[in-house]
């Protein structure tokens, strides 16, 4: 494995801050208070994890076709629109349950990633950067499902 590009790495450890916020609001209602006062209850606990949630694995699916479209593969053009539909189908209006759907979500892209990777449609540190993240993304999703 290699090291990630500067941006990308930047970018995606960035990208963990609505995740982190999330959870820290779902655990202490002091901060969601002060995030609602501030701006709105949408970005603060359970709800930003489930909203951020659904957004970032839509965007993950998205990455997964740009690397099917490098190929002719029909196999990876299918396995790259599962987490959209997964999110489509399995993220309902219950909060916990589509907390549990994305936490199933992000581990399942992180196998799709995997595959993605072994069979080299993905750059070489993209196994490297995804696993970092989703070893963060999940615990706040986590997090979320049972102190939000």
Do not use: K, Q
């Not at 995740?19 to 655990?27: D, E, I, N, P, R």
């Not at 690397?67 to 990876?76: E, G, L, N």
């Amino acid at each position: 494995m290699t090291t990630p590009p500067r941006a990308a790495l930047v970018l995606g450890v960035a990208g963990l801050a609505p995740f982190v916020w999330g959870a820290l609001t779902a655990l202490m209602p002091v901060l969601a208070r002060f995030t609602t006062d501030l701006v709105n209850a949408r970005l603060a606990g359970v709800s930003l994890l489930v909203d951020y949630g659904v957004v970032i694995l839509c965007f993950m699916s998205g990455a997964l076709w740009g690397f099917a479209s490098r190929r002719t593969d029909r196999t990876a053009f299918a396995l790259s629109v599962v987490p959209a539909l997964w999110v489509l189908l399995a993220v309902g209006d219950d909060p916990r349950e589509a907390l549990r759907a994305l936490m199933l979500g992000f581990v399942g892209i992180l196998v799709l990633d995997a595959y993605f990777w072994v069979r080299r449609y993905a750059p070489e540190w993209w196994i490297a950067l995804r696993l970092g993240l989703t070893a963060v993304v999940v615990p706040c999703l986590a997090l979320g499902l049972y102190h939000g």
